[in-house]
């Protein structure tokens, strides 16, 4: 006996909980940002460990933005990974995350060689600042993956640039005639 009537309904693959890839994070952004979140998470216990500062004012400038990396990006991971995103009422998804990626990597940056050229040398502090160091490289490639692949996030509404007045005037009329008359 053959079936007569085939199931009419599908999987719906967005009902599960993981949305990747989705329309805000590909599968490289991804991975990008899961490298983000181990080594700034790396970066901050290590930088935790340390017991003993001459100056103590990069060690806390470090530790403010190594967490600060860590706990937002493991914040918009979660986010832009689930359907969490929608709820929130955010519709310029990729323009925040390219201007907070940019503006962590240079946090980052900064943090790192302050810290770097005010220590006590010891090893952790040094392998704070090697997973510092790190964590800006997987925060600039981010950076730089969305600008090769996707261009500015801000100009993606824009027109594009042309000068009007220099533009020919069409030669064809959109409408032909009908039966010989114009």
């Not at 990069?58 to 990396?69: D, I, K, M, N």
């Not at 918009?76 to 940019?102: A, E, K, V």
């Amino acid at each position: 006996m053959t079936e007569v009537y085939s199931p009419t309904t599908a999987p719906n693959p967005k009902a599960s909980c993981c949305l990747v890839p989705s329309e805000h994070l590909e599968k490289t952004p991804l991975l990008l940002k899961i490298a983000q979140v181990l080594l700034s998470f790396v970066a901050f216990v290590l930088e935790e460990s340390v017991f003993i500062c001459t100056s103590c004012t990069p060690l806390y400038f470090f530790e403010f933005v190594s967490c600060t990396a860590f706990l937002f990006t493991l914040l918009l991971l979660i986010l832009l990974s689930t359907s969490l995103y929608q709820r929130i009422g955010i519709t310029c998804w990729p323009q925040l995350d390219f201007i907070y990626t940019g503006i962590i990597a240079v946090f980052l940056l900064i943090s790192s060689i302050v810290f770097a050229a005010d220590n006590t040398g010891s090893s952790l502090e040094r392998g704070a600042v090697a997973f510092g160091f790190l964590a800006m490289v997987a925060f600039a490639a981010d950076f730089l993956y969305v600008l090769k692949e996707h261009g500015h996030p801000f100009k993606r509404g824009a027109p594009p640039q042309e000068d009007m007045e220099s533009a020919a005037p069409e030669g064809e009329k959109l409408n032909p005639p009908v039966n010989g008359t114009e």
